[in-house]
């Protein structure tokens, strides 16, 4: 069934979505993130659907989502000074923190491990679904694993329809770019994974941040990652991606027009308004998603670019890169294994 919530919630239809969630169905519902693939997380059969819908390794665990602060003592445990201090300050939010786990927590969820990810999201819609559900929501994004994450329910359809129960529509997500997952060693927040939440806001209220070493790099599949789902070919589209990412605005004009040659102008270039005519593409499509320095815009739009010129079917897209510092770290951790790591800088 399709929901449509984009201007409110409706109370009928959020005891249907919640009774389906119970009885162990899968939902697709917004986050302020990405949309996310829902489950009861205490229902080791109802997640097991969760990979198969999304053909996900079982190797890679699940975050599982809270509706406040008070049930993290429901899943986790041993929760440490530092822990708390995150917790305090960016739950609920665009923050996922790993934490020890409890027993009730099944093992598909957590492929074992014994640590659980905790996200509790501030979205309106998916706070009222995992407080109704009354249950911990295991959710990765909605997108078939690999693939970009689903940010609006157009895209999410085209690959997921007809695999879950019931699809909550609540409008394009506002950040586009999946939680921060941090992990806490020695008392120091080690970012596995950046996201909205940037290491500059952590270090503030922590005094100290670290960012994993597999956050720029390439990670082989048979090597042990803090983060597993870091290590599969991820974001990417069919086509072939390549990142441009020139500090100098004279050079990244010069080399996108010289792939442009290159790919005998039939390429789609993702990028920024202040480029589109300077490169004036002869064929191809250039999709301006955002102002140069607008990195909230870009972030939020980058996935369903992404989607939308692999449809188009060009020889190669071109993505334009932006500064690796505060969100921008985020984005360009995506766009790296979108475009498995060809970049020029
Ligand atoms: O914004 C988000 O986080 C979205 C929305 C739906 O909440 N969810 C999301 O889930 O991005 P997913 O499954 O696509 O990504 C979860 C990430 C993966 O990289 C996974 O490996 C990591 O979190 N993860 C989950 N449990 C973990 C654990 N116990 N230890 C380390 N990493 C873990
Ligand atoms: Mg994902």
């Known amino acids: 069934m399709y929901y449509n919530w984009k201007e409110q919630t409706d109370t009928e239809e959020l005891k249907i979505v919640c009774n389906l969630i119970r009885n162990g169905e899968l939902v697709i519902f917004p986050t302020e993130t990405v949309y996310g693939i829902g489950a009861n997380a205490l229902d080791p059969v109802a997640v097991g659907k969760i990979f198969i819908a999304k053909g996900r390794p079982s190797d890679n665990p699940l975050i599982v989502h809270l ?3 008070r049930k993290i003592s429901e899943v986790a445990d041993e929760i440490t ?3 708390q201090i995150l917790i305090d300050n960016f739950m609920p939010g665009p923050f996922t923190i790993i934490l020890k786990r409890k027993p009730i927590i099944p093992d ?6 014994d640590t659980v990810a905790v996200r509790i ?5 998916a706070k009222g679904i995992i407080t109704y559900a009354g249950v911990p929501v295991a959710a990765p994004s909605a997108n078939i694993s690999g693939k970009p994450s689903g940010t609006n329910i157009d895209d999410i359809r085209k690959e997921l329809e007809g695999k879950v129960s019931a699809i909550v529509d609540g409008g394009e997500t506002d950040i586009g770019i999946e939680s921060t997952v941090v992990k806490v060693v020695n008392e120091v927040p080690i970012i596995l994974r950046p996201g909205k939440i940037t290491a500059e806001q952590i270090k503030e209220v922590a005094g100290d941040v670290k960012i ?3 956050v720029f790099a390439k990670i082989s599949s048979d090597e042990a ?3 597993p789902g870091m290590k599969y070919k991820h974001y990417a589209p069919e086509t072939k991606c390549q990142l441009v990412s020139y500090l100098n605005e004279l050079d990244q004009i010069f080399y ?3 792939l442009v040659k290159e790919y005998a102008d039939n390429v789609v270039i993702i990028g920024f308004e202040e480029h589109e005519e300077k490169i004036n593409l002869p064929y191809g499509k250039f999709l301006a998603i955002s102002k140069k320095d607008d990195l909230e815009e870009y972030g939020k739009r980058i996935f ?4 939308y010129a692999d449809s188009l079917k060009p020889n190669i897209i071109l993505i334009e890169g932006v500064k690796r510092q505060g969100f921008g770290m985020a984005i360009m951790n995506r766009l790296l294994r979108t475009c498995e790591f060809n970049i020029l800088e």
Not at 108 to 113: D, E, F, K
Not at 121 to 125: A, F, G, L, R, V
Not at 304 to 307: F, L, T, W
């Open 81 to 83: 000074e530092m822990e």
């Open 212 to 214: 994993d070493s597999k």
């Open 121 to 125: 999201p501030q979205n309106i819609i």
């Open 108 to 113: 598909i969820v957590t492929a074992g491990l």
């Open 67 to 69: 509706a406040d602060r």
């Open 304 to 307: 369903s670019a992404i989607r």
């Open 256 to 258: 996108l027009k010289k």
């Open 225 to 227: 990652v803090q983060s």
